[in-house]
């Protein structure tokens, strides 16, 4: 039987730790911290296998939290939990490097749709052992999870290395954001969730791009959506 995957919960509102905890525990095992400081300790010592993380958090914000988790090369899936309003939020957050957003108050089934994708995701990528070679001298290493651009490393978040390992894999292929939702985010397009899209495409155009006004490896074709330029 296979081991149990962890998912730790960063929230301060006990009553929604309290649903997610109910929901989650009957497939995961469930880790919670009610602050920021305590919720990155325990990230840092306990490496789960996905963090579900608000933003408004008491000692340190979530967007602290995620940054610093970044920058300490964890790349665990996070996704943060965010007020429908906050479309600035789901934006900062996405670029210091969370996998995804859902805006309170959420369908737990939401929830779960989500973090079973994320589960999936990462459970099918430690399977793959290849090396792909790519345009504009990128080399993506399908075992490590490791990209280099002309023999040199790139600092990539999971969400980031996803996409490009799956548009680099089909080189001159159109996705819509609706085909990218489903195929790397693993579930099915929702109508916000295109902004996703376009900030990971935009971040990663800024990490392997010679110049990412300009770019010459991830193509838009307008109307349509994102490609991989050929060799």
């Known amino acids: 039987m296979d081991e149990k ?3 730790l919960i960063v929230e301060d509102e006990k009553s929604i730790v ?3 905890q109910y929901n989650l525990k009957k497939e995961y095992n469930i880790l919670t911290a009610n602050d920021g400081e305590a919720g990155l300790d325990m990230a840092l010592k306990e ?5 579900l993380l608000d933003l408004m958090l ?6 602290e939290v995620c940054r610093i988790l970044r920058e300490k090369g964890n790349k665990a899936p996070v996704i943060i939990l965010t007020a429908r309003e906050g479309e600035d939020d789901k934006v900062k957050g996405l670029e210091l490097g ?4 859902i805006t309170k108050p959420f369908s737990i089934r939401e929830v779960m749709a989500r973090v079973k994708a994320n589960i999936r995701r990462t459970a099918m990528e430690q399977g793959a052992g290849d090396v792909l070679t790519a345009a504009g001298g990128l080399r993506i290493h399908l075992d490590s999870y ?4 002309h023999d040199k490393p790139l600092e990539l978040t999971q969400r980031e290395y996803d996409l490009l390992a799956f548009l680099a894999g089909h080189p001159g ?3 819509s954001r609706g085909d990218l939702m489903e195929q790397v ?3 099915g397009y929702v109508g916000e969730d295109v902004r996703t899209v376009d900030v990971t495409v935009r971040r990663l155009r800024e990490k392997i791009e010679d110049d990412p006004a300009n770019p010459e490896l991830i193509l838009t074709r307008r109307g349509v959506g994102y490609y991989f330029a050929g060799q």
Request: no cysteine; glycine share 4%.
């Open 98 to 101: 969370a996998d995804d957003y």
């Open 185 to 187: 985010w693993n579930y």
């Open 47 to 51: 490496n789960p296998d996905i963090l």
């Open 58 to 63: 008491p000692k340190l914000d979530g967007f």
């Open 146 to 149: 490791q990209v280099f651009k």
């Open 5 to 7: 995957k962890t998912v």
């Open 18 to 20: 309290d649903i997610l």
């Open 173 to 175: 292929k159109v996705y």
